[in-house]
């Protein structure tokens, strides 16, 4: 990974390098149907994946995507798909039945305005249809949260790398913005090439035994195989957390945002700190497994929180559930594809501040 250091950066959007990182993460196919604001997703794959040497598919439909991808993750390819808001709605369904069938595959979710086609705006409105599952069934998704181009690229990576580890669906989330914005982004070697996976379904007698299924008939083995799944999902939830802190070391008031909202609450925060409030900033980078464990922590030091996000307020309940009532937890949001400034973000910490205490 170091000798990617030493490459010139590349002025990239975000979109475009989810596709560079998913070529050097080892996945060799992509089935997608474009929708704006995640249209250069499908358009650079289309570009790059056959001059990597993989395949890019065009479907006919959302729906036909998400099911190109269990048959390409049957056979143990690194697969995915991306879209958004509209057409994330239309793939849940498939991606249960990854949940399933236990099938490592990505699925990228630039997120619009809503709800219906609602508009182009970045919006964070899918989280509660991502984070808390909008599918049928006990299971749950990792799902990462990049802020930067960079992390478009390095969290693409990782979650292929969770996605085989745990034979699971991997979720990216990332709002228009931070898909549309052009940043430099420095591209790592690509992984190693990857052995053959043992469970997958190939044209060969030695594969003829394995058979991928979500269906199980019999009551008890239904249970058992969710029972299975639960202490994956725990096993997840134990090792695969991410968070990233800005100044909450001295910090009494903690403000929480992800993705594009978190790099306005930096430059908030640090106006803040002129003004000598002492804030600090808690970005999830995981928002599943959430950082429940580390905000509880810091809950026990601190004032009030205050979290911020592109939507009614869906994050903010995790953020509660995390800290058990020990302090107040407000929010403030906006929605329609609107992006709060950092002096909009520096007036609502003033106004909690000013209510002193807990």
Not at 33 to 57: L, N, V
Not at 224 to 240: C, F, S, V
Request: aromatic share 6%; proline share 6%.
């Amino acid at each position: 990974m170091s000798s990617s250091l030493k490459r010139p950066p590349l002025l990239i959007k975000g979109n475009e390098a989810i596709i560079k990182g998913a070529i050097l993460a080892g996945c060799k196919t992509f089935f997608g149907y474009p929708i704006t604001p995640a249209s250069e997703i499908a358009e650079a794959a289309a570009r790059d994946f056959p001059a990597a040497g993989g395949t890019f598919i065009q479907a006919e439909s959302e729906t036909a995507s998400i099911n190109m991808v269990y048959g390409a993750a049957s056979a143990g390819v690194r697969t995915m798909t991306a879209s958004s808001g509209p057409g994330i709605s239309l793939m849940q369904e498939g991606v249960s039945y990854l949940a399933g069938s236990e099938l490592p595959a990505v699925i990228v979710s630039i997120v619009r305005g809503g709800p219906g086609l609602g508009n182009i705006g970045p919006e964070q409105s899918d989280y509660n249809q991502i984070v808390r599952i909008g599918g049928h069934g006990n299971y749950r998704n990792p799902v990462l949260a990049p802020a930067t181009g960079q992390e478009m690229c390095d969290l693409t990576i990782r979650a292929f790398e969770i996605a085989d580890r745990y034979r699971t669906p991997v979720y990216l989330m990332a709002d228009g913005f931070t898909g549309q914005m052009m940043e430099p982004v420095s591209f790592p070697d690509p992984v190693p090439p990857l052995p053959e996976k043992e469970w997958a379904v190939r044209a060969d007698a030695e594969s003829r035994e394995n058979l991928i299924s979500s269906i199980f008939l019999e009551h008890d083995q239904l249970e058992e195989h969710n029972r299975k799944l639960q202490r994956k999902y725990k096993e997840i939830a134990a090792n695969e957390v991410m968070v990233d802190d800005f100044l909450v070391e001295d910090a009494t008031i903690l403000v929480v945002g992800y993705g594009i909202m978190s790099r306005v609450l930096r430059s908030a925060v640090r106006a803040a700190r002129e003004d000598g409030l002492k804030v600090g900033l808690v970005r999830p980078i995981s928002l599943w497994p959430f950082p429940s464990d580390h905000l509880e922590a810091l809950a026990e030091k601190i004032d009030r929180i205050i979290t911020f996000e592109l939507s009614n307020g869906q994050m903010v309940e995790d953020v509660r559930l995390s800290v058990h009532d020990s302090v107040p937890v407000h929010f403030y949001g906006r929605m329609g594809g609107n992006v709060p400034s950092a002096e909009e973000c520096l007036e609502v910490i003033r106004r909690y501040a000013a209510e002193g205490g807990k």
